[in-house]
């Protein structure tokens, strides 16, 4: 199912997006754009490239072909210009274990070049978005799977940006963090553009406006959550799509076969 062209300028762009490891695809020829306002559910089976992609899009991982860009600023040629507009929560973010929440959000702001007044503002209005003042004094190593998940997210938004891309960010959550979790996602989801890979359909189905699904390294569906009844649920669609025996690679066309997951 093809997506309407979005009536507002895109703030994450992918065009002809691939990668390649030796005669092995990891993403081929992935395109799509998403408009400011939308939160997005980014769906595939494990292996199906959607960590790969997401590098791409935040600039971390070069494509073979194709180019992506944030709020217009091209990932790889305006780099600085994209970060500043881009928040960018991976599975396992680089958090700093013997530092505490307070601390590593003065390092990550010092390193953005906030000025101290608006780091400190900023600060304040991310503690309370993520809910760390009774950790703040903690180190991160000493916290629990869903602490560590809101401080990163904490030092994703602590520049305020328009696009906010994460990366499996319920996993390992228990019931109480994930609904947290949604909570917090509807209220950025007034202000910024987001999306957000899972495994848990519903996941999707609670936060998202729209849905792109990849199996194999390809986009094999792209559409609004609220068009999904004539498809079923986003679970059928899901089997229906991606299947289910958990192929996670191609090669090349004449080179080889496919024995990589990434």
């Known amino acids: 199912m093809e997506h309407e062209a979005p009536s507002v300028p895109p703030m994450i762009e992918a065009h002809g997006l691939s990668k390649y490891y030796g005669p092995f695809v990891a993403v081929q020829d992935v395109s799509f754009a998403i408009p400011q306002g939308e939160i997005v559910a980014f769906l595939g089976p494990n292996g199906a490239g ?57 390092f990550f702001g010092a390193a953005r070049e906030i000025a101290a007044g608006r780091l400190t503002q900023r600060i304040d209005d991310v503690v309370e978005l993520c809910a760390l003042a009774q950790v703040l004094e903690k180190p991160v190593g000493k916290l629990s799977r869903g602490y560590k998940q809101r401080v990163g997210l904490a030092v994703a938004l602590l520049h305020d940006p328009d696009v906010l891309i994460m990366d499996e960010p319920t996993a390992g959550l228990d019931p109480n963090q994930i609904r947290q979790f949604r909570e917090n996602i509807r209220r950025l989801g007034r202000t910024k553009t987001l999306l957000i890979s899972t495994h848990i359909l519903q996941e999707a189905d609670a936060i998202a406006d729209r849905v792109l699904l990849v199996n194999n390294g390809r986009l094999v569906y792209d559409g609004r959550r609220a068009d999904l009844a004539a498809e079923g649920t986003i679970e059928q669609l899901f089997y229906r799509v991606a299947g289910s025996d958990g192929d996670t690679g191609q090669a090349r066309p004449g080179v080889g076969s496919p024995t990589v997951d990434l």
């Open 50 to 106: 959607k960590t790969t992609l997401m590098r791409m899009l935040t600039g971390y991982l070069a494509p073979s072909e194709g180019r992506a860009a944030i709020a217009g600023f091209d990932v790889r040629a305006r780099r600085i210009e994209a970060a500043r507009h881009l928040g960018y929560l991976p599975e396992n973010g680089p958090l700093y274990p013997d530092m505490t929440p307070l601390a590593l959000l003065r």
